[in-house]
């Protein structure tokens, strides 16, 4: 492990309204990323198939609070790892806790319903812990769908700066497809969600240019590098304005917004590689504030560092109680014995495993950045914090802040 894998990994959440299309989209993504098995590449060009053994094991999937696939992104291989984020109000505080382990989120939105009230709570939560955004416009396929109206309503209802780095080709019945901004091209999709990619066409073209130079123009009102190229009227690749984009969501100024039809298969891939593009690794982060004694300290994502690990969620799945973790700071290693910070004792980590998709994989440790889980502790709390016996850090405790120490 190093950093640079570390920069190839995204810990995110998708947030959503209920009804949004957040269980489908996260099946879908789960099924392109190849986690869930391509079986049956064509039933007589019917996907179903396919979709119906995901049903099966969507107990497993589902329920897991994290679970990690892969994803290749211009032939470099990325890990991602989705983290379930409560939906409902009732869950507040678990949402909290589950954002607080997040590097992004994406924001899922129905075309037809827009920017709805549960949404709009988590979407302001999610800015409160700073965690960067893209926005998902899915059900473009449904009568009713509009692109424009929910870019519009992120500006009233979130006070958001929505920069489409697309534009959906038709709606409702008709939406087939998706412009690239970016990159410029068409974009359309076979039945098993992969993308074909053409040219834009001549009597297109003028339409889509002018729509590239807003998006270029809002992303250098927030980025000085790609300001100053605009203004030398230099031409701007995908890759110049694909790096300005970044920088800017990192910053939190700016949600790139992207549109498909996740139960269509429309616009996951193009979701997969968004995600890749734009939200932060672990790296890209901020150090995290943790409280030893009377002191914080802050803790960067450094596998050589002290140990700290956050649990956000405690599950009781089929083969017993599973601790999900965040690791901040450090090695987690299977056989060591670590102090919890709320129930103040020592335990030891007997089992550590990640779940991908429809199995749990036992690993011997995980790294600052990674989210793991501990297999068979009883009586774990969500909200304790793991670190070595001498350091005793707490990562979960909010209270009055005395002199803050980097931690070297
Ligand atoms: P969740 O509550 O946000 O998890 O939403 P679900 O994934 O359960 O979806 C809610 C409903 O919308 C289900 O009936 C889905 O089949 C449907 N749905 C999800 N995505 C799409 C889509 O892209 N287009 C259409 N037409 N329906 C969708």
Not at 15 to 34: F, M, N, P, Y
Not at 40 to 68: L, P
Not at 85 to 90: A, K, R, S, V
Request: charged content about 25%; overall charge negative.
């Amino acid at each position: 492990m190093n950093t640079f894998t570390l920069s190839r990994w995204r810990n995110l959440g998708i947030i959503a309204h209920v009804d949004a299309g957040k269980t489908t989209l996260t099946e879908r993504l789960l099924w392109a990323s190849g986690a869930i098995h391509r079986i049956g590449e064509v039933h007589d060009g019917a996907a179903t198939t396919d979709f119906d053994e995901i049903e099966q094991r969507r107990g497993i999937t589902i329920g897991a609070a994290a679970v990690r696939i892969d994803w290749m992104r211009d032939d470099v291989d990325h890990r991602l790892t989705l983290i379930d984020t409560p939906g409902h109000i009732d869950f507040a505080i678990e949402v909290e806790r589950s954002l607080r382990v997040l590097d992004g989120a994406v924001a899922v939105f129905s075309a037809v319903d827009g920017v709805q009230p549960q949404s709009e709570t988590v979407w302001r939560q999610a800015q409160r812990h700073r965690v960067p955004l893209l926005a998902y416009v899915n059900k473009m396929d449904r009568p009713g769908a509009s692109f424009a109206r929910v870019l519009a309503q992120m500006r009233e209802k979130l006070d958001a700066t929505p920069l489409p780095i697309g534009l959906p080709l038709g709606e409702e019945a008709a939406f087939e497809g998706w412009v690239d901004l970016v990159d410029p091209a068409v974009v359309t999709w076979d039945a098993h969600g992969n993308a074909m990619r053409r040219a834009w066409s001549d009597e297109s073209a003028l339409h889509y240019v002018a729509a590239r130079q807003r998006l270029v123009e809002a992303v250098a009102e927030h980025d000085d590098a790609l300001a100053q190229l605009w203004l030398d009227e230099q031409p701007i690749d995908a890759a110049t304005l694909r790096a300005a984009l970044r920088r800017v969501v990192i910053a939190g100024l700016g949600v790139p917004v992207l549109a498909g039809s996740a139960i269509r298969n429309k616009g996951v891939d193009t979701l997969l590689d968004a995600i890749v593009d734009y939200l932060p690794s672990p790296l890209d982060r901020p150090a995290v504030p943790a409280q030893q004694g009377e002191d914080t300290v802050l803790l960067s994502p450094d596998p050589q560092g002290p140990l700290a690990a956050l649990v956000f969620k405690v599950a009781h799945q089929d083969h017993g109680p599973v601790t999900y973790m965040r690791v901040y700071s450090g090695t987690l290693r299977t056989g060591d014995a670590v102090w919890c910070s709320l129930s103040a004792r020592m335990r030891r980590i007997g089992r550590l495993a990640v779940v991908q998709a429809n199995r749990t994989h036992d690993i011997d440790m995980a790294c600052a950045g990674e989210i793991v889980a501990v297999l068979g502790w009883k009586d774990a709390a969500s909200g304790d914090t793991l670190s070595d016996a001498h350091m005793r850090f707490a990562l979960d405790t909010i209270r009055a802040q005395p002199a803050v120490l980097a931690w070297r």
